[in-house]
């Protein structure tokens, strides 16, 4: 059986081992069937997607549609990386599953219409399935309805054509998408256990912070799942769906 391959663009060796984990407890993969491809200096290693059952391709911490003039080159050489990465991916026909910022670079990728009108910042969101998202065959073990983290400046405004909407959240219109059959973003970060996070926002607020004032340390803490939460559905089912086909 083919792999699967996540690639990161986590440039600390310690969000990017924790974010590992927690995709590999998310999806159901034991260790030698989720190989790992990460951004260095000298961007992304040499990728063959038709190695590969399925491409997870995580959240960025570099925004996706900003304008170059205002944006670090770093972010501008992730952006670019990724937007090659999801070309060769698309042309090879290999399932993928874009998480969080990735979405608007795939998004721009497909054609779709991407702005900051429904940006979502460091927040615990409702995820609603539609009616499409309900007979999809990754998402046949998630909730109607589930709590995710979403934090992200820009979001995709209108799909692009051969694209459906499998979910809303209420600021956020499209917050899962499916392309022809096997092209899937979420827009939200599946990886990252929402009960968690909120427990550790809490946890701030008691002690007389914000709640989501240190956005990192939420993420870190939603990080180390077991990979059960509601919002892992998606990645799981994903797995689960294009580990039987390959």
Do not use: C, W
């Amino acid at each position: 059986m083919k792999p699967f391959l996540l690639v990161s663009t986590r440039g600390e060796e310690e969000a990017l081992d924790s974010e590992y984990q927690a995709y590999l407890r998310a999806s159901g993969l034991e260790r030698d069937e989720l190989q790992l491809a990460e951004f260095d200096l000298l961007g992304l290693p040499p990728i063959e997607p038709k190695d590969y059952a399925g491409v997870f391709v995580a959240g960025s911490p570099y925004g996706g549609a900003s304008d170059d003039l205002y944006v670090s080159q770093t972010q501008q050489d992730v952006r670019a990386e990724l937007s090659d990465l999801f070309t060769q991916l698309l042309e090879a026909g290999t399932p993928l599953l874009a998480t969080g910022t990735a979405m608007t670079v795939l998004g721009e990728v497909l054609g779709a219409t991407v702005s900051a009108t429904n940006a979502e910042f460091a927040e615990l969101v409702d995820i609603e399935l539609t009616d499409e998202g309900k007979k999809d065959p990754i998402l046949s073990e998630s909730p109607a309805v589930f709590i995710a983290y979403a934090n992200h400046s820009e979001a995709i405004d209108e799909l692009p054509e051969g694209s459906v909407r499998l979910a809303r959240s209420l600021y956020a219109p499209i917050q899962i998408v499916r392309h022809g059959d096997n092209v899937y973003a979420t827009q939200f970060n599946p990886e990252l256990d929402a009960g968690l996070i909120s427990s550790k926002a809490q946890a701030f607020e008691d002690a007389g912070d914000t709640g989501f004032g240190d956005v990192e340390a939420l993420v870190a803490a939603g990080r180390y799942t077991s990979g059960t939460h509601a919002a892992a559905s998606v990645i799981k089912g994903f797995a689960r769906h294009f580990k039987e086909g390959a």
